[in-house]
DNA sequence: TGACAATGACTGACCAGTCAGTCATAAATG
DNA sequence: CATTTATGACTGACTGGTCAGTCATTGTCA
């Protein structure tokens, strides 16, 4: 009973629903005037999304429910379509949102002018592991291994903004390591990858085995730049 | 192995259907005709563990049909269940299975006795990435980098039978390396984790990145290990 | 009050797991 | 060896539960 009433005339969709591109963000918001309603969306709006963000670390993009996700927000599942299309553009919408912040992290420690290239790298790998390999931002990481063949404009995304230029700007420090004579190998500078290699195992080990033996992996990282850099100085 | 005894009762079915039985299908197995029952049985649970594998790799376990591994496998949903108890420690039997030819695939080369460590190493590398990284195997390695966390107990035995074997043997020919002088970072001893970082990351570019930019993993593992051994002697 | 935001009960599709029934094969019998 | 009977591997329609997505209703702000 009741159900054929689908078939009836559906209220009026004139207006698409609602979309989200209101909700662009982008940086400063100057557009509309400090509103309590759009204030409050916009805080349901990082709340399920930061409360999706946790449900598909945990469990992956299949097996999470949008009832749990709603409920942890403190959301009814229907808010969450009123900022989402679906589950999958939410999966890839909140992937790339989360993405930005993670470069940002990376690329903005401060540059000392008057660093070593080795100096510069450490910092790169001190803060690689401080702010990501041991946070959700590490997670997120795996997240993106574990599910980019099944979302391939994930994969895309993530090439393009991480590793793409995450290999390029590393290739520029390993080049300019070389012209300073801080570098022998110059075959590195064709394998930016082994630089950063360390990092990644470090995130793997941390979110698979670290309950079976701890990893100190900035150590680990040092070592790994011991030989490329030659041995430190302190013992 | 070890299935449920399978209830027995006498109804008359509304339907007949089913003679598919002698038709084995297309594909693979012909000429060698059925043999005895045992043998049947154990191509058809192999075959299940081939589809299951496929499966998996594609899709992930949350999102892999049964139905779709039974026709993949060429054989009923219900025959699934006669062999394993269900989804999930199928999926656990799955990768035990799987991974032990992994370990054997590994250390199965030749130790040539009068190699030098690198060339022990380098040999490592080269079948690394010829069975495993450009294999159905290092899918499997992604597979388990993904699903770890969920399947706690799946982890733990690729830490116990891989990882930690792995290290161990890798530490031993470190030291090795160190004693005959072939290794002068005495630190590495510490982190074998190093020497087959740039094996985790041809795996990962390999199911990940490689449509964007292809990576000769061999090239790069052995500038890594130029790091570590130093220079080779051809340019 | 009118417009829009939010809700959560509901629907329909989907899918893991079941089980009554079938039939090829093995074992028993003559 | 030919025939009958017993076995259990195999099948696939079916069930019960789950969950993405919908929408009529209710709540809230301007």
Known sequence: MTNEA?????????????????????????????SNRAERA????????????????????????????????????????LHFKDKESMFEELIRTAIVPLIS?????????????RDMVEGFAKTFIE????TRRGDLVRLIVAEGPRFPEVADFYYREVVSRGLTGMRALIELGIAR???????????????VAPALIAVIWQSLFSKHAPLD?????????????GERKTA
């Open 217 to 229: 992996a900035l150590e680990m990282f040092r070592v790994h730049l011991d030989l490329i850099f």
């Open 131 to 134: 702010e990501v390999a041991t």
């Open 181 to 195: 004579g801080e570098i022998q190998h110059k075959n590195l500078a064709r394998f930016p990858q082994i630089m």
């Open 42 to 81: 916009a805080e349901r709006r990082g709340a399920i999304i930061e409360a999706a963000m946790d449900e598909f670390i945990a469990r992956g993009f299949a097996a999470t429910r949008l009832d749990d996700i709603a409920k942890r927000a403190g959301v009814a599942k229907g808010t969450i379509y």
């Open 6 to 34: 689908t078939k009836t005339a559906r209220k009026s969709p004139p207006k698409p629903a609602n979309r989200r591109a209101g909700a662009r963000v982008s940086a400063s918001s100057k557009p509309p005037p400090p």
């Open 105 to 117: 992290r990376l690329w903005g420690t401060p540059p000392q002018p008057g660093a070593s290239v």
